[in-house]
């Protein structure tokens, strides 16, 4: 990455050019930067000094050189677009002056081909985690309440008022309540092809590290969701103090149409009193010391701008590594964000295997998107081409550097749980909207989430905690107390990309032993839950 500086303002110009070979570099200045401002020419520049024919935003892209028609634009030293017409050194380079490049067939794609870095083991650090009974560790320990159909919403969210007001005061150890809502249950194709993804995701959601082994439903008795199916006898083991694990007995469930009930105080006293039983055993648990090799991180961007690519989500690729390296796991995601960097992904396999899960994938969401009438450009958003992104193929080349540099070891299907003994880095595959991406990685076990945005979004779990990284010092700037970390400083020249990278991994521990707390969790900034359903609903 280099830059660009001229002494003439207050704040001097400033542009950020990603690769040798670019053509373009974007736009760092908050505010942008008018038409006139003379450029200095940056260390590789392929031009000595540059005025601006235009005004360009923050973000948004410069010509370095005369660009003509139907040439590729470069930026990270790939094409992101080729010239609609010619462009003049200087001007700005947007998505209307772009043809979006076709995506890369699936076919003859590298495999396993490329050796990840040689990285010394990472050793010595640790957090305080609470101990599961199936060998995972939770960051939280919260009493979940699932919930088989969105029909039982209602009355669970008045339940859990009352346990938080009566009963969470006399268990001091237990961090709260999450009423697992959703809008799946009934009214769909529950033995359809792909039915068994929103089932396989809640039934994971509710097995979460942060949940202790407590399982406890909710359901009206008619949905087409039965518990028995949601959760099968043997498909997880009960907390028990009195010993290790115990296989699952009877189901713990609160039915509304039991003829028991009568009334709905009826109904929502059955639910406290379950409730009661569980934050019992709940708040008898205590952290204790365990290595970060016990974290399990889902990362993840949303408003997404050009800065994305630089500054955050290059930082959480070096924490990826770190945590890597520590024995962690760490899970990327978002399908339509790594669909153009699909060569990239492959090479990084661990195994031919693993790359030919990757190609499945993504070949499953390629379908998925031709049966809908769209394809890989309904991703980007106005936000995102307001931040500078001009298509897809930019943002997914900004979006595949959260991974970092080793290999991808395991590949999820959409509603997969992570196995104890999958270390190391795994793709989940998910689409790529915030909330379903979110929640789809809570099936897959995190028990801690990184988010990174360049627009901002106040975006939250109750689940997990959720840690905020903005891409732009202006935004961390104007949502203090919303975001946790301000890699904006490695556009500013204040910090590099490894200090960023170090401070987002000792803060991780530092969440993760509930020694801080997020901005979302101080907020209570809690996104719902979102199933996704590729089945036909009826």
């Given at each position: 990455m280099t830059t660009s500086t001229s002494p003439a303002m207050t704040r001097p110009p400033l542009t950020i050019r990603m690769h040798d070979s670019d053509n373009v570099a974007i736009v760092a200045n908050d505010g942008g930067l008018a038409a006139g401002t003379v450029l200095a020419a940056a260390a590789g520049s392929p031009t000595p000094e540059l005025v601006l024919l235009d005004r360009v935003p923050q973000g948004h892209k410069?010509?370095?050189?005369?660009?003509?028609?139907?040439?590729?634009?470069?930026?990270?030293?790939?094409?992101?677009?080729h010239a609609l017409q010619d462009i003049a050194a200087g001007r700005?380079?947007?998505?209307?002056?772009?043809?979006m490049p076709a995506a890369r067939g699936l076919e003859n794609l590298p495999l396993a081909t490329q050796a990840a870095p040689p990285q010394a083991p990472l050793t010595g650090f640790t957090f305080e985690g609470y101990r599961n009974a199936d060998g995972s560790v939770g960051t939280r320990n919260l009493l979940a309440i699932t919930q088989t159909v969105q029909c039982v919403a209602g009355v669970t969210a008045f339940a859990v008022q009352r346990i938080q007001s009566e009963l969470l005061p006399r268990y001091p150890n237990v961090d709260g309540v999450v009423s697992l809502d959703h809008s799946y249950g009934c009214g769909v194709a529950i033995d359809a092809p792909g039915a068994v993804v929103p089932i396989r995701t809640l039934r994971h959601i509710s097995l979460n590290p942060n949940f202790g082994g407590e399982v406890m439903v909710v359901s009206l008795g008619c949905e087409k969701l039965q518990p028995e199916?949601?959760?099968?006898?043997?498909?997880?083991a009960i907390a028990d103090e009195r010993q290790p694990a115990a296989p699952l007995g009877a189901l713990d469930v609160t039915c509304l149409q039991d003829d028991a009930h009568v009334g709905f105080m009826s109904m929502v006293d059955s639910i406290v009193r379950q409730a009661d039983v569980h934050l019992q055993r709940l708040n008898a648990r205590r952290r204790e010391t365990v290595p970060a090799s016990e974290l399990v991180v889902g990362v993840q961007c949303g408003g997404s701008d050009a800065f994305s690519g630089v500054t955050a989500n290059p930082a959480v690729g070096y924490c990826t590594d770190l945590l890597v390296r520590a024995g962690a796991r760490v899970m990327f995601s978002e399908n339509t964000e790594v669909r153009d960097g699909i060569a990239q992904l492959t090479a990084r396999a661990a195994t031919p295997e693993v790359a030919q899960a990757l190609i499945r994938e993504l070949a499953w969401t390629d379908a998925y998107l031709q049966r809908g009438s769209v394809d890989r450009s309904a991703n980007t958003t106005p936000g995102n081409k307001a931040g500078g992104l001009s298509n897809i193929v930019e943002k997914a080349m900004g979006s595949i550097v959260k991974s970092g540099s080793a290999a991808i070891n395991h590949v999820l299907a959409p509603g997969e749980k992570l196995r104890t003994d999958q270390r190391?880095?795994?793709?989940?595959?998910?689409?790529?909207?915030?909330?379903?991406c979110g929640t789809l990685q809570l099936a897959a076990g995190m028990n801690l989430h990184v988010f990174t945005t360049g627009r901002g979004t106040p975006y939250g779990l109750a689940a997990v905690p959720v840690i905020k990284v903005a891409t732009r010092s202006d935004l961390a700037r104007r949502w203090h107390d919303l975001m946790d970390v301000n890699a904006g400083t490695i556009a500013d020249g204040t910090a590099r990309i490894e200090d960023v990278g170090w401070e987002l991994f000792h803060l991780m521990l530092d969440v993760a032993s509930g020694r801080r707390q997020t901005w979302a969790e101080r907020w209570k900034l809690h996104n719902a839950l979102v199933l996704f359903n590729p089945a036909p609903v009826t």
């Open positions: 410069v010509a370095l050189v005369a660009i003509a028609a139907g040439a590729p634009v470069l930026r990270y030293g790939i094409p992101i677009g700005w380079v947007h998505e209307r002056l772009l043809q199916r949601l959760l099968p006898p043997g498909s997880f190391g880095l795994s793709y989940a595959a998910t689409p790529a909207s915030d909330f379903i």
